[in-house]
């Protein structure tokens, strides 16, 4: 398997420590996202835990013409420049389109491709060429299998820092459900497998003009996922989800996190033989 290099400093895959992604889902503002980052910095340090903080500068696939999306390329690279160098923190964000990725790759530390984007070719290709690791998130249409023809488009550039992300599959009507056999066909794949348990609980569009959530499911199924053998987690988090201006209903409040790390952390030890690293 691959070992993904991040930022020069973080390696993810076997040998390596546990890695989470964590932040809010949308920068809606520099206090919020500041108190995240410090909050989440702070706690993975006290845990040992390697950290990127993450969120999305314009949520492009909003399910209302009137839904939040962000402050926008501009000015939310700019932000996550300021939360990299004030918080010595990597950073990740989504991409949406070739026109971003050269100027997003200036300052992010991981270009994420959504999970609706994940069969772009266009867009995987030109991510992959600036050399920057690439999470890519695993479409709800599609099986753990086939992802190995976006990993294959990725990795014909050259660029092997390439982690795959498990974030649900549709069921029916505004339903997802996590098949935790795909953690270990994606990791066959070649790539480090992080699991999203936070969007894996989404109910898409369910809320109306918005899409609902389930967070009451977001531990067992983190604690499913790293009982199956996973190299991270990526969770969004928020210091009042019930009043996040995208996707609260499945992130989950700042004061509930170090609990629920701590257990899987215990159950991933468990797993990899009494170690954090494999």
């Excluded at 070739?98 to 200036?106: H, N, P």
């Excluded at 201006?245 to 033989?273: F, M, R, Y």
Aim: glycine share 10%; hydrophobic share 45%; aromatic share 6%.
């Amino acid at each position: 398997m691959d070992i993904v290099t991040i930022n020069e400093t973080i390696k993810v895959g076997p040998g390596h420590p546990f890695l989470l992604i964590a932040g809010p889902c949308v920068l809606e503002s520099v206090e919020v996202t500041r108190r995240v980052a410090g909050f989440m910095r702070d706690l993975t340090a006290k845990l040992g835990i390697n950290y990127v903080f993450k969120a999305s500068f314009d949520k492009a696939n909003r399910t209302s013409i009137t839904s939040f999306r962000g402050p926008g390329l501009d000015q939310g690279l700019r932000i996550l420049a300021d939360i990299r160098r004030e918080f010595a923190l990597p950073v990740v964000s989504d991409i949406h389109d070739v026109g971003q990725v050269i100027q997003a790759a200036t300052v992010l530390d991981i270009l994420q491709i959504p999970a609706f984007l994940c069969r772009q070719t266009d867009l995987l290709l030109a991510a992959a060429q600036t050399g920057k690791p690439i999470n890519l998130k695993k479409g709800q249409f599609l099986s753990a299998w086939d992802m190995r023809h976006a990993v294959t488009k990725i990795k014909s550039t050259g660029n092997r820092n390439l982690l795959l992300t498990e974030r649900g599959t549709s069921l029916g009507y505004n339903n997802l459900v996590v098949d935790m056999r795909s953690l270990p066909v994606m990791r066959e794949l070649g790539c480090p497998v992080i699991y999203d348990a936070t969007h894996s609980v989404q109910l898409p569009g369910g809320a109306g003009g918005s899409s609902g959530g389930q967070r009451e499911f977001i531990a067992p199924l983190a604690r499913a996922a790293v009982a199956a053998g996973i190299d991270g987690l990526f969770m969004e988090v928020h210091p009042d989800p019930d009043k996040a201006l995208c996707d609260g209903p499945n992130s989950l409040a700042l004061d509930t996190v170090e609990p629920l790390l701590v257990q899987l952390l215990e159950i991933h030890k468990v797993v990899w033989g009494g170690s954090t690293a494999r």
